[in-house]
C-alpha cells in the first residue's frame, strides 16, 4: 500500500516554497508598484528587469556551470508565477529569456553555451526567440527566411515577426531555412544572431491588447552574415530543436497565465470582503462565493497540471509533449475564465483602469495565443495521448 510519503510529488519541496515566498515579497515590493504606469505607458518595466537581475531571478534556468542558479524547471515556473501575480509584461523577462536561451542550452556547443549563456546569466543580455513570421504563425513550417553557407558564415535574410522583447534583446535564437526541398525534415536549422550584427533591425512596436510594458517587433534581417559556429546544433537540426524547445517552454507560458489568474483572484477576495451592498459584504452573498469557489478550483487544478509539467520537463519524460501542451492550454483557459470573473466580481469599478484587475484580463488573453494558439495545443495534445 501507497505510504503519504510517496505522494509528496504533489507538493513542492521545502526550498520551492521558501523561492516563492522570497519572490513574492519581492515581486510586491519591487514591481507591483510600477506595473500599472508600465502598463498606462506602453515602456518596457526596467524596475523589474533591475529588480530581478540584482536578485539573480532574471534567468534561473541557466546552469551552474555558466554562472546561473541551475533552478529547477519547478523553481522556474514559481519565479515566474509569482512575478505574474503582480505584472505580467514583467514576468516575460525570466521566461523569454529561457524560451530565446533554451535551444542553446538543448542543442548549442560548449563553446556556444559558454559565450552565450555566461552572459545572460550574468544579466548583461536578454535572449529572445524567433520562430514566427508574417506567413508562418501556427504553421510555422511555412517560413520564409533564409541562411545560406557562404563559406565559414551563413548569411540571412527574412522577416519575423511577433518577437517577444525585441530590441531591447541582445541575443535571438533564429529559426532558418537551409534547405528549401527538405523544409521540417531536416531543411531548417537554428541560429544565434546578435542585435550588433550589421542588417539587424526592427519594426516599431505593435499596438497591442495587453502586455503592453514588454515589446513586440518584427525583426529584419538584410543580408546578415554571421559566423557559421553560431549554428546550435547541426545544420537541418533547428526545426526539431524549435518543437523540443517549445516542450518546455509552453510550461512556462502555463506559469504566467497562473501567476495572472492568482493576482486576479487575490485582489477579488480582497474587494468583495471591504465592499459594500443591502447592508453587509457583497462576499457574504453566496452567488459571489460561488463564484470565488470556481475561480480557486480553475487555479488549483491549473497549478497542478502546471506542476505535474514542470516535473516532466525535469526528468525529460517520454508524455512531455502532451503535459506541456496540456498545462498551457489550461491554464491559459482558466486565466482568461478567472479574470473576467474579476471583472465581473468588482463591477463598474472592474472595467475601469483604476483598478488592476481589468489589466490582468487584457493580459491573460496572449497567453491562450502565443507559443502555440490553444487550438494547436489540442492537436499537439491529440497526436500524443499517453
Given at each position: ?111 556556444l553555451k559558454a559565450r552565450y549563456l555566461t552572459p545572460l546569466a550574468r544579466g548583461e543580455a536578454m535572449f529572445s526567440y524567433c520562430l514566427s513570421e508574417p506567413d508562418a504563425g501556427s504553421d510555422a513550417g511555412g517560413m520564409k527566411t533564409t541562411a545560406v553557407r557562404d563559406g565559414d558564415h551563413y548569411v540571412l535574410n527574412g522577416v519575423k515577426r511577433w518577437i517577444t522583447n525585441a530590441g531591447v534583446s541582445e541575443y535571438y535564437t533564429v529559426l532558418a531555412v537551409t534547405d528549401a526541398e527538405k523544409r521540417t525534415r531536416g531543411g531548417v536549422s537554428a541560429f544565434v544572431v546578435e542585435k550588433a550584427d550589421e542588417g539587424v ?186
Amino acid at each position: 500500500m501507497a505510504r503519504a510519503a510517496d505522494f509528496d510529488l504533489y507538493r513542492p519541496a521545502e526550498e520551492h516554497e521558501m523561492l516563492r515566498e522570497s519572490v513574492r515579497a519581492l515581486a510586491e515590493a519591487k514591481i507591483a508598484p510600477h506595473a500599472a504606469a508600465v502598463d498606462e505607458e506602453g515602456r518596457f518595466p526596467q524596475e523589474a528587469r533591475n529588480a530581478l537581475t540584482a536578485n539573480d531571478l532574471h534567468a534561473v534556468h541557466v546552469p551552474e556551470k555558466f554562472g546561473g542558479n541551475g533552478a529547477d524547471a519547478l523553481a522556474t515556473v514559481i519565479v515566474i508565477e509569482e512575478v505574474a501575480r503582480v505584472c505580467a509584461s514583467s514576468s516575460l523577462i525570466p521566461a523569454v529569456n529561457k524560451l530565446g536561451s533554451l535551444p542553446v542550452q538543448l542543442a548549442g556547443s560548449e563553446d556556444l553555451k559558454a559565450r552565450y549563456l555566461t552572459p545572460l546569466a550574468r544579466g548583461e543580455a536578454m535572449f529572445s526567440y524567433c520562430l514566427s513570421e508574417p506567413d508562418a504563425g501556427s504553421d510555422a513550417g511555412g517560413m520564409k527566411t533564409t541562411a545560406v553557407r557562404d563559406g565559414d558564415h551563413y548569411v540571412l535574410n527574412g522577416v519575423k515577426r511577433w518577437i517577444t522583447n525585441a530590441g531591447v534583446s541582445e541575443y535571438y535564437t533564429v529559426l532558418a531555412v537551409t534547405d528549401a526541398e527538405k523544409r521540417t525534415r531536416g531543411g531548417v536549422s537554428a541560429f544565434v544572431v546578435e542585435k550588433a550584427d550589421e542588417g539587424v533591425s526592427f519594426g516599431a512596436p505593435e499596438k497591442k491588447l495587453g502586455i503592453k510594458g514588454s515589446p513586440t517587433r518584427e525583426v529584419y534581417f538584410d543580408t546578415v552574415r554571421i559566423p557559421a559556429d553560431r549554428m546550435i546544433g547541426d545544420e537541418g537540426t533547428g526545426f526539431t530543436t524549435a518543437m523540443k524547445t517549445l516542450d518546455h517552454t509552453r510550461i512556462t507560458i502555463a506559469a504566467q497565465a497562473l501567476g495572472i489568474a492568482q493576482g486576479a483572484l487575490d485582489y477579488a477576495k480582497g474587494y468583495v470582503r471591504e465592499r459594500k451592498q443591502f447592508g453587509k459584504p457583497v462576499g457574504d452573498f453566496q452567488g459571489v462565493q460561488f463564484m470565488l469557489a470556481d475561480m480557486a478550483m480553475k487555479i488549483e487544478a491549473a497549478r497542478q497540471l502546471t506542476y505535474a509539467a514542470a516535473a516532466r520537463s525535469e526528468r525529460l519524460d517520454d508524455d512531455l509533449t502532451f503535459f506541456g501542451a496540456a498545462a498551457k492550454c489550461f491554464a491559459s483557459d482558466a486565466a482568461m475564465e478567472v479574470t473576467t470573473d474579476a471583472v465581473q466580481l468588482l463591477g463598474g469599478y472592474g472595467y475601469t483602469r483604476d483598478y488592476p484587475v481589468e489589466r490582468m484580463m487584457r493580459d491573460a488573453k496572449i497567453t491562450q495565443i502565443y507559443e502555440g494558439t490553444n487550438q494547436i495545443q489540442r492537436i499537439v495534445m491529440a497526436r500524443n495521448l499517453p
